[in-house]
T-cell receptor, first 109, second 113 residues
Framework: TQLLEQSPQFLSIQEGENLTVYCNSS?????LQWYRQEPGEGPVLLVT?????EVKKLKRLTFQFGDARKDSSLHITAAQPGDTGLYLC?????????FGAGTILRVKS | DAGVIQSPRHEVTEMGQEVTLRCKPI?????LFWYRQTMMRGLELLIY????????DSGMPEDRFSAKMPNASFSTLKIQPSEPRDSAVYFC???????????FGPGTRLTVT
């Protein structure tokens, strides 16, 4: 079984703070995706990383794939209330995606 | 462009009843996935299709669950008979091909009483 562990499970911060969430596994993945899910909606893809050590930036969000392709991090700079949501990482395994349990982020204004 | 469309958005039914969830993937996408999301187990893959053919149904929990994809623009997930433990949000997702990025629908919240 391919498992992805996300930490922390829950994060509550003030607007303007920086944060990092982590996605770790003992398995190697061909790719790793990050999604954000808001209440009552489906997950929305933020980014896909495929190369070990790869770093991608999406405005205030920075995504990194570990050198060994077993872990990833998502860093948000100057968080805003609109960043509130459930952040899910998903590892590509064959033709399927394996999802972590997610990090619930709450940004207070 | 229209995204993945799911219906109904909410379904409340009594134990023992048949439930059918529907999905219309993004036009041109060849792969379709059914997921179930609960607080306890997170997001789990139930089954996926490629070119309308079921490829992997190892995530389907029991024989009570079945899925079909009669054509490239429509899929159903059926639960018969339904049980309270089936209560969850069911998502459909599609992608251009297997291994490509997946796009999720808004989900169907199923409550079985």
């Amino acid at each position: 079984t391919q498992l992805l562990e996300q930490s922390p499970q829950f994060l509550s911060i003030q607007e303007g703070e920086n944060l990092t969430v982590y996605c770790n596994s003992s398995s190697v993945f061909s790719s790793l995706q990050w999604y954000r899910q808001e209440p009552g909606e489906g997950p929305v893809l933020l980014v896909t990383v495929v190369t070990g050590g790869e770093v991608k930036k999406l405005k205030r969000l920075t995504f990194q794939f570990g050198d060994a392709r077993k872990d990833s991090s998502l860093h948000i700079t100057a968080a805003q209330p609109g960043d509130t949501g459930l952040y899910l990482c998903a590892g590509g395994y064959g033709n399927k995606l394996v999802f972590g349990a997610g990090t619930i982020l709450r940004v207070k204004s | 462009d229209a995204g993945v469309i799911q219906s109904p958005r909410h379904e409340v039914t009594e134990m023992g009843q048949e439930v059918t969830l529907r999905c219309k993937p993004i036009s041109g996408h060849n792969s379709l996935f059914w997921y179930r999301q609960t607080m306890m187990r997170g997001l789990e893959l139930l089954i996926y299709f490629n070119n309308n053919v079921p490829i992997d149904d190892s995530g389907m929990p029991e024989d009570r669950f079945s899925a079909k994809m009669p054509n490239a623009s429509f899929s159903t997930l059926k639960i018969q008979p339904s049980e309270p433990r089936d209560s969850a949000v069911y998502f459909c997702a599609s992608s251009l091909e297997v291994g490509y990025e997946q796009y999720f629908g808004p989900g169907t919240r199923l409550t079985v009483t």
